[in-house]
């Protein structure tokens, strides 16, 4: 056909040497204010799953959460959100810190109270149950009138013919 295509690669960036060098201090130099970023970033983090997850919580359990419980938890959620928009380290923190303490509080009563509702379902079958077997004790110790005889039943009839 004659015709011809051609691909050049060259392997030059377009950087010059000391434009990489710049690049290289000028990240050097900010390191340490990304690093204060970061942790400003990471606490936002850790602070937004704490209010999401014991906003979910309040949703998924309100009629066995008392109001002033949940009100104090509210408060502390909305404190929380504050602090999140206010890109305070310090604050974030304490904000969080104060947040576990009254999440920690609500979810303790909240195992009370199931461990409470559970007895108090399983309170009267175990008292019966104990009933039954000291019953059961009882009978077992003395003779009993039915005793079980061990038999072999035979037809009659094929032996006569």
Same mark, same amino acid.
């Given at each position: ?16 040497? =000391?434009? %990489?060098?710049?690049?290289? &201090?000028?990240?050097? /130099?900010?390191?340490? !204010?990304? &690093?204060?970023?970061?942790?400003? #970033? ?6 937004? $799953? ?14 066995? #959460? @008392?109001?002033?419980? *949940? ?5 502390? %959620? ?5 602090? %999140? !928009?206010?890109? =305070?380290?310090?604050? #974030?923190?304490?904000?969080? !810190? ?37 019953? !059961? $004790?009882? /009978?077992?110790?003395? @003779?009993?009138?039915?005793? +079980? #005889?061990? *038999?072999? +039943? ?5 032996? &006569? &013919?």
């Amino acid at each position: 056909t004659g015709k011809e295509q051609a691909i050049t690669i060259t392997g030059h960036s377009g950087l010059e040497e =000391n434009e %990489i060098e710049n690049m290289v &201090k000028d990240a050097e /130099s900010h390191s340490e !204010e990304d &690093k204060k970023k970061r942790e400003v #970033i990471d606490a936002k983090n850790q602070a937004d $799953q704490l209010v999401y997850s014991l906003e979910k919580l309040l949703r998924e359990n309100k009629d066995k #959460i @008392p109001e002033d419980d *949940a009100t104090r938890v509210q408060a502390e %959620i909305e404190n929380t959100k504050k602090a %999140i !928009e206010s890109d =305070n380290l310090e604050q #974030i923190k304490q904000a969080v !810190e104060a947040l576990s303490q009254v999440s920690h509080k609500l979810t303790e009563m909240m195992y009370q109270q199931a461990t409470q509702q559970q007895q108090a379902q399983q309170g009267p079958t175990q008292q019966e149950a104990a009933g039954n077997q000291t019953a !059961e $004790q009882a /009978s077992s110790e003395g @003779p009993s009138e039915e005793e +079980v #005889i061990d *038999a072999e +039943v035979v037809d009659d009839d094929k032996n &006569k &013919k």
